[in-house]
T-cell receptor
Framework: QKEVEQNSGPLSVPEGAIASLNCTYS??????FFWYRQYSGKSPELIMF????GDKEDGRFTAQLNKASQYVSLLIRDSQPSDSATYLC?????????FGTGTSLTVIP | DTGVSQNPRHKITKRGQNVTFRCDPI?????LYWYRQTLGQGPEFLTY????????KSRLLSDRFSAERPKGSFSTLEIQRTEQGDSAMYLC???????????FGPGTRLTVL
């Protein structure tokens, strides 16, 4: 079992819609949870981090964490073509960071 | 720009040659990580340092790979006797505290012919 699992997609949404990205993790000792965006040929850039159960909102992005279900999600509201990228979920227990394989998102104008 | 720099940005080498990459992290960050990423995969952990100490190294990592962070500032990753399977993007990430955000450099893309 991989430490972090994501649906690879591709996920396609029309411009202005809500994109929903999901991630599960296996280590119950995980303490911090991150979403990174990666454009083709570029390095990952941080979108959001979340430490506590519940929702955390930052502009058009909302991260949701449910530690009991070992589940993290990212909602992107009012999706824009510039949001088209691969989204990586990452978790850490304070030592290694574990990344999922990423979900490819395409926002269709 | 995250403040993490990597050099070179691209490296083309022939099989069997040695290559060395450099990473300069954010100055106040004491943790530095190396990852390898291939197409369609997430970053794969290679090793990490806290200050100058190398605390963990992936058990999947061949002994052809070695990393140093001699003064707790910049780090180098060396690959000896490169193989075509080493072709990948090598990413460096800088981190302040153990559960804090990692900030990535732009990466070094290695192509082994």
């Amino acid at each position: 079992q991989k430490e972090v699992e994501q649906n690879s997609g591709p996920l396609s949404v029309p411009e202005g819609a809500i994109a929903s990205l999901n991630c599960t993790y296996s280590d119950r000792g995980s303490q911090s949870f991150f979403w990174y965006r990666q454009y083709s040929g570029k390095s990952p850039e941080l979108i959001m981090f979340i430490y506590s159960n519940g929702d955390k909102e930052d502009g058009r992005f909302t991260a949701q964490l449910n530690k009991a279900s070992q589940y993290v999600s990212l909602l992107i509201r009012d999706s824009q073509p510039s949001d088209s990228a691969t989204y990586l979920c990452a978790v850490t227990n304070g030592n290694q960071f574990y990344f999922g394989t990423g979900t490819s998102l395409t926002v269709i104008p | 720009d995250t403040g993490v720099s990597q050099n070179p940005r691209h490296k083309i080498t022939k099989r069997g040659q040695n290559v060395t990459f450099r990473c300069d992290p954010i100055s106040e960050h004491n943790r530095l990580y190396w990852y390898r990423q291939t197409l369609g995969q997430g970053p794969e952990f290679l090793t990490y340092f806290q200050n100058e100490a190398q605390l963990e190294k992936s058990r999947l990592l061949s002994d052809r790979f070695s990393a140093e962070r001699p003064k707790g500032s910049f780090s180098t990753l060396e690959i000896q006797r490169t193989e075509q399977g080493d072709s990948a993007m090598y990413l460096c990430a800088s981190q302040q505290g153990s559960t804090d955000t990692q900030y990535f450099g732009p990466g070094t893309r290695l192509t082994v012919l």
